[in-house]
């Protein structure tokens, strides 16, 4: 089987990045539990707005990002019994590249560069399954999409969802 598994707030908590940098800037913490359905940019001040939404296009963003709780473990597993391949759309923030694949090195060095696809538009890769946060790369899969639950995401009804990577994992186990 073949499983393609996006990067950001799946495997990597970019939400946390925000809640840092916006501690940083503003001196006010947010946690998850503060943004239910929502992008963070949309709960902040609207004279905050454009900032937030300016911080995955700056330097550093992606780099150093808190690996999602039982991620490394369980993709280590998958890619023994699975065609695996990590697929992020960073080329959408021009300096996301080089942080997002030295990120894997770090994280997940057992994913071989040739199993990393970094484009413009999911929807051009194929696979049996994708694993991903975002709705407009799920809609368009024509394989089994499969939402990991996000802040922004709990609100999607229309997909399998995977609430941790150890449900993930207890899902792909019987699989062939």
Known sequence: MRILIDMDDVLADAVER??????????????????????????????????VRSYPHQKGFFKDLPVIQDAKETVEVLSRMHELYIVSAA???KYSFTDKYEWLDEHFPFIHWKQRIFCGNKHLVKGDVLIDDHDFNLS?????????TAPHNIH???YERMNTWLEAK?????MP
């Open 156 to 158: 999607y009804k229309e």
């Open 170 to 174: 207890n899902f792909f186990e019987g």
């Open 91 to 93: 080329m959408e923030f």
């Open 140 to 148: 368009v899969f024509p394989g089994r999409p499969i939402v990991f």
């Open 18 to 51: 925000f809640f840092e940098w916006y501690e940083r800037d503003f001196g006010i913490r947010y946690t998850k539990a503060d943004i239910p359905g929502k992008h963070f940019y949309q709960i902040v001040p609207d004279e905050h707005k454009q900032l």
